[in-house]
């Protein structure tokens, strides 16, 4: 397989990437008579002539020892794979039925874990890839179903991380869009401020094995350029190995000039030769029993390292959605998470009746490092996977995928702007197109931004699930003291056992991390948690008439606040007043800054109902007059001076970190930020760049300067 990239010579600092260009696809016959996608930026084809399959499995997966370095892994280690070229995805699949066949030959593989990074500067268009793919699919019927599970999760084309996680299989496929340079820039960030020495907690993450699988450097110089060696570099370590089609001298001087040992071998088809190369460091390192080679001594490899102490138990403080996504990240990796909250779980700001999943819009060029696009994005996938799991167990939808409009009354983007985003993404549609759907008639509509893939989050359906999964474990708890030594975190609380005459009981809990997602409080608990803004909300809702329903919008809308039609589920009224079945409309939201109060204000009513009406006048004679009687729920958003969360480890802590401060966008923002944390605890590389990361430290300077 050969995949596309820039052709000419990047500079020593690449700019980050903007707009991405989609691959041009042709078309050429093989030699079975198949057709086979040909790079109409480069001239060359994505895969062999003779069998792309067959190829990629004797390149990249046989020359990098995958069925024996994976069959080996121990419990819940994570083995990485990187990629230059994703292509047409047939090296991510063919390790992916790899994968897949040796879990079920290999018990023991059920907690491991394979993470497939990639990277692609052109990507080649779903209409595209969903013709090639099914070819494939057709050719070898053993690919069909992860094909169609690919299909289903490819991303748009934007710039930036797109993580797309196949759970049940225990792998995780991240796509870098962007130059490739660029792109292995942005992975592995360390935050080396934060290193004892002889840390045991901390476990830097390493490539594993790299398919170096561009177009030909007669074709496209680029991605064998000294900026990609140098990266593959830092990030490989001994042991690390490489395969490649490619015997060319360019690529052969780069990879000896920087640490690794190369040998020729048998190529595929009508190649005579290929290259494979491993990391081998000092020879006296390496332990002859580590070393594989194959029955004609045509490789030289070996397997990695043992895991370092993988955390077994986590606490987790806060049962909001920060706290629940966390632990439920946490968890899908094999820990065993306890949930604390001093309440319930939403019982705050996140116990919302509905939560509104659209993204904070920006200009395209700064996408890449735009938390709340990667956010949307992962979020909706996760919501989606979330809904299988629902169907399954015959519970309410976590995400109603209605879509949204946008009004652009409040916002940083126009409609220029929104047209160099993915149609499947944001859009504009037209002003008739744009009535129909919302069911306004006065409004002007000419500007807007529909969000097709937008909906409404179910946060009581959200919390059954994530409370339902084996690995966790909630109590209620107040909080009172926490104590960290060199090998352990202790969490010291007291339980209520007897409401009736008010007594409790101390409870300490021993962990082997603990993360603080306390929200505002979250500073209470460890002073070295910066004092947030406490932004409080509140959210009003009242059940309509047939006679409003006609005339209220019928999907939801931005304005300068939001407003969203829905029908109550079971277990809405745990916290909320909602009867299940009966038809509701949800406005809002207040914004009363340094306030932390959580009483119901009517003037709040009245204000999310005059903000309604002050953008949209006509629906004056379809909203009730009397808001008194309307249900309402304040909560407290908590959001740092720079608006960005709180994600990472704490300043001068083994084991304790913080998921907090995610304002009004925590459904969105949550599920991203927690595998960020999730990978990071475990040594793993995150679906974040190293400047989002940086952006992110709970220990950054602006947010702990003096005054």
């Known amino acids: 397989m050969r995949k596309p990239h820039k052709a000419s010579k990047p500079p020593k600092k690449p700019a980050p990437p903007n707009v991405i260009t989609p691959a041009k696809i042709a078309w050429q016959t093989d030699d079975a008579g198949n057709q086979v996608p040909v790079s109409g930026e480069f001239g060359d084809v994505y895969f062999s002539h003779a069998d792309g399959l067959a190829e990629s499995r004797h390149v990249f997966l046989a020359h990098n020892q995958l069925p024996e370095r994976l069959a080996n892994l121990a419990d819940k280690q994570c083995f990485t794979v990187a990629e230059l070229g994703f292509g047409t995805g047939l090296n991510f699949l063919a390790t992916w039925q790899l994968w897949r066949e040796l879990r079920v030959q290999q018990p023991h593989l059920t907690s491991a874990r394979l993470h497939f990074i990639t990277t692609e500067k052109y990507p080649i268009p779903l209409t595209d890839l969903t013709q090639i793919l099914i070819l494939w699919a057709q050719r070898a019927p053993e690919l069909a179903e992860i094909v169609e599970q690919l299909l289903a999760s490819y991303p748009p084309l934007i710039a930036g991380c797109h993580r797309l996680s196949f759970i049940e299989d225990s792998i995780t496929l991240d796509i870098w869009l962007g130059d490739a340079a660029h792109s292995l820039a942005s992975l592995g960030a360390l935050d080396t401020s934060n290193i004892f020495d ?245 409004k002007d509509l000419a500007d807007n931004l529909y969000l097709p893939q937008s909906g409404l989050v179910n946060p009581q359906a959200l919390k059954t699930i994530i409370l339902a999964h084996p690995n966790i474990n909630y109590q209620q708890l107040s909080v009172t003291d926490v104590k960290e030594t060199a090998d352990k975190v202790t969490v010291i609380g007291e339980k209520e056992i007897n409401i009736d005459n008010n007594s409790q009981s101390s409870i300490n809990i021993c962990a082997d991390n603990l993360v603080i997602c306390a929200a505002y409080e979250s500073h209470q608990l460890d002073k070295r948690i910066v004092a947030c803004r406490t932004i409080r909300g509140q959210l009003s809702w009242f059940t309509p008439t047939d006679e409003q329903i006609a005339g209220l919008p019928k999907l939801p809308l931005k304005y300068s606040g939001y407003c969203a039609p829905f029908i109550g589920q079971s277990g809405d009224a745990e916290i909320n007043m909602i009867a299940e079945g009966q038809p509701q409309f949800l406005l809002g939201a207040s914004f009363i800054d340094a306030d932390a109060s959580i009483d119901i204000r009517r003037e709040e009513n009245q204000q999310n109902y005059d903000k309604l009406l002050e953008d949209m006048p006509e629906l004056g004679n379809v909203l009730p007059d009397d808001t008194g009687a309307w249900q309402a729920r304040a909560g407290v958003r908590t959001q740092t001076i720079d608006y960005h969360p709180l994600v990472g480890r704490l300043a001068q802590s083994r084991r304790i970190w913080t998921l907090s401060a995610m304002g009004a966008k925590g459904y969105a923002l949550a599920p991203i930020c927690a595998e960020a944390l999730a990978d990071m605890m475990l040594g793993c590389f995150t679906p974040l760049s190293a400047v989002t990361l940086a952006r992110l430290s709970p220990n950054r300077a602006r947010l702990h300067k003096a005054g």
């Open 198 to 442: 002889n840390d045991s907690a901390i476990k830097r993450p390493y490539v594993d094995a790299w398919f170096l699988d561009g177009f030909a450097p007669s074709c496209n110089e680029t991605l064998w350029a000294e900026s990609i060696f140098t990266q593959m570099q830092r990030l490989s370590r001994t042991g690390t190995t490489a395969a490649t089609y490619s015997c060319a001298s360019i690529v052969k001087r780069g990879l000896q000039a920087h640490g690794f040992s190369i040998k020729k071998v048998k190529g595929f088809g009508r190649k005579r030769e290929m290259l494979t190369a491993v990391i081998a460091g000092n020879s006296d390192s390496l332990p002859d029993s580590l070393a594989l080679n194959d029955n004609n001594n045509n490789n030289i490899c070996v397997l990695p390292d043992p895991p370092n102490h993988i955390p077994s138990h986590t606490v987790v403080i806060g049962a909001g959605v920060a706290g629940l996504l966390t632990a439920w990240t946490l968890a899908n990796r094999g820990m065993t998470v306890t949930i604390v909250d001093k309440t319930a779980p939403l019982a705050g700001a996140s116990g919302n009746p509905r939560a509104l999943l659209a993204p904070n819009m920006t200009p395209i060029h700064h996408v890449y490092e735009h938390l709340h696009t990667i956010g949307y994005l992962y979020s909706g996938r996760l919501y989606r996977y979330f809904n299988q799991q629902a169907a399954l167990q015959q519970t309410p939808l976590i995400l109603e995928q209605t879509g949204t409009l946008d009004l652009l009354i409040k916002t940083n983007i126009g409609t220029a702007q929104i047209a160099d985003y993915p149609n499947e993404m944001a859009t504009t549609i037209t002003t008739e197109e744009a009535r129909r759907l919302s069911g306004l008639k006065a």
